[in-house]
């Protein structure tokens, strides 16, 4: 069975401290993601990484980086945390291939700045 | 750039008639459509793809999709709508080349009423 894991269900941190947000796969996938869901306004890519040490921005960057120092791993770091970063995140791994070309989802990270 | 249109914010559908979920898409080249479904502090399920060949593709728990590449259209539909339908739907597309950077619609809540 695929799977995508994420290191927390739950966070709480205070504004200002720097984040890190873990997500494994097991798959060999060659794509990840890092999204954050927003009611009303879906699934908004934050970046993604299509090799090793590879990464491109999304459409929201600002105020996080991201690491992808081994295939299976991909890190979502927030810098300084700010209570505007309050959301879900979620992290996807998919194949390049044509035939196996779907994302596959964790189950999502809570992060609560206060 | 490439985004995804989903019109609707709920559709409320009686149980045992059909559902339609509509979704359109705005891509350079072929395009790569998904539909995925969320239930509650989850993360995403895949349940259907369209890549090529057949406009009407068949996926998970009894769900279809319709691709229509004149209207830039990839509706979900469902014969028979069930109360463990209800959830959040995500229309997605990917363009067929370059970086595989996967947009998503702003999410349709499904709610089927007994």
């Known amino acids: 069975d695929v799977k995508v894991t994420q290191s927390s269900r739950y966070l709480v941190k205070r504004t200002g401290e720097k984040v890190f947000l873990e997500c494994v796969q097991d798959?060999?996938?060659?794509?990840m993601f890092w999204y954050r869901q927003d009611p009303g306004l879906g699934l908004r890519l934050i970046y993604f990484?299509?090799?090793?040490?590879?990464?491109e921005k999304g459409d929201i960057p600002e105020g996080y980086s991201v690491s992808r120092e081994k295939k299976e791993r991909f890190s979502l770091i927030l810098e300084s945390a700010s209570t505007n970063q309050t959301s879900m995140y979620l992290c996807?791994?998919?194949?390049?291939?044509?035939?196996?070309?779907?994302?596959?989802f964790g189950q999502g990270t809570r992060l609560t700045v206060v | 750039a490439q985004s995804v249109a989903q019109p609707e914010d709920q559709v409320n559908v009686a149980e045992g008639n059909p559902l339609t979920v509509k979704c359109t898409y705005s891509v350079s080249g072929n395009p790569y459509l998904f539909w995925y479904v969320q239930y509650p502090n989850r993360g995403l399920q895949f349940l259907l793809k369209y890549i090529t060949g057949d406009n009407l593709v068949k996926g998970s728990y009894g769900f279809e999709a319709e691709f229509n590449k004149s209207q830039t259209s990839f509706h979900l539909k469902k014969p028979s709508a069930l109360v463990s339908d209800s959830a959040l739907y995500f229309c997605a597309v990917r363009a067929s080349g370059g970086y595989q950077k996967v947009t998503f619609g702003t999410g349709t809540k499904l709610q089927v009423i007994p």
């Open positions: 996807a791994s998919s194949s390049p291939g044509v035939l196996n070309t779907e994302a596959f």
């Open positions: 798959m060999d996938h060659e794509n």
């Open positions: 990484s299509y090799d090793v040490k590879m990464k």
